[in-house]
C-alpha cells in the first residue's frame, strides 16, 4: 500500500521535517513521483521509522549509527539475525571511546605481545575494525585480577557458555526471520539478547547465591 505524505506523519509519529531528513539520509527508500506535489511511499517507512526512533530511545543511537547500520547490512534479506549483529558490533565500538594500536595498547595494558596472543586465541579479548578501545584496557586488568587468584577457570567458564548461547541465538532467530520478517521482529530480537539475556543472567547470579547462602 503506498501512502501520502500526511498518512506517512499520521501512522509513524513523525514530523514531515523529520521525514524528509531520514529521506535525504537514505534511510526510507524514495517515494514514487507520480506528479510535481504528489509523492506516494512504501508502507515499509512506517515501521522503518518506528524503528529508528526504538533505537535512539532505547540504546541512545545516532542518525548516523543508524545510518552506517543500514548501509552494512540489509534488515529483509534472509539472514537477518546479521543485522543485529551489525548493531551489537556498532554499539561495542561506539561505548569503547579511543582506539589504540597493538603497539598503544601494549604499553597501555603492561602486558607482552604473547600475553595479547594469548588472550585473543582464548577469546578472552577481541580486536574491533579500528584496534583496541578503553573497554579491553578495562578487561585485560581484570583478566590479569582474576589469573593473579586461581580464578582464570571463570573466564573460560564465561567464554564457554556465551558461545553456546550465542550458536543457540543465531539458529533460532534466522529461523524466525525465515518465517516473519518485519521491524517488530527486529526490535524484539534488540530486546531479548540486550535486555531480557542480561537480565536473566544478574538474576540467576542473585537466586544462586541466596540459594547458597541458605544452605549455610
Not at 72 to 94: C, D, G, R
Not at 133 to 151: H, Y
Request: proline share 2%; with cysteine.
Amino acid at each position: 500500500m503506498a501512502l501520502k505524505m500526511k498518512e506517512l506523519i499520521t501512522l509513524s509519529g513523525e514530523s514531515k521535517s523529520t521525514i524528509l531528513y531520514y529521506l535525504k539520509e537514505g534511510l526510507l527508500p524514495p517515494p514514487k513521483k507520480l506528479k510535481a506535489n504528489l509523492h506516494l511511499y512504501d508502507e515499509s517507512c512506517v515501521d522503518i521509522i518506528k524503528f529508528i526512533k526504538y533505537l535512539q530511545a532505547n540504546y541512545h543511537y545516532s542518525i548516523a549509527e543508524i545510518k552506517e547500520i543500514f548501509n552494512h547490512s540489509n534488515i529483509t534479506k534472509e539472514n537477518s539475525f546479521y543485522f543485529m549483529v551489525q548493531a551489537l558490533e556498532l554499539a561495542n565500538s561506539s561505548a569503547n571511546g579511543k582506539f589504540y594500536s597493538q603497539e598503544e595498547f601494549l604499553q597501555k595494558a603492561h602486558i607482552s605481545k604473547e600475553e595479547l596472543d594469548e588472550f585473543l586465541q582464548k577469546e578472552y579479548i577481541y580486536k574491533h575494525k579500528n584496534g583496541f578501545g578503553e573497554k579491553e584496557l578495562e578487561i585485560v586488568a581484570l583478566i590479569k585480577k582474576l589469573q593473579e587468584l586461581g580464578l582464570e577457570e571463570l573466564i573460560k567458564e564465561y567464554v564457554k557458555s556465551a558461545k553456546a548461547i550465542a550458536t543457540i541465538e543465531s539458529k533460532l532467530w534466522e529461523r524466525v526471520f525465515k518465517k516473519n520478517d518485519t521491524i517488530k521482529e527486529h526490535q524484539l530480537s534488540f530486546d531479548t539478547t540486550l535486555k531480557l539475556k542480561p537480565y536473566i543472567y544478574n538474576m540467576q547470579t542473585l537466586q544462586t547465591y541466596y540459594k547458597q547462602k541458605d544452605t549455610k
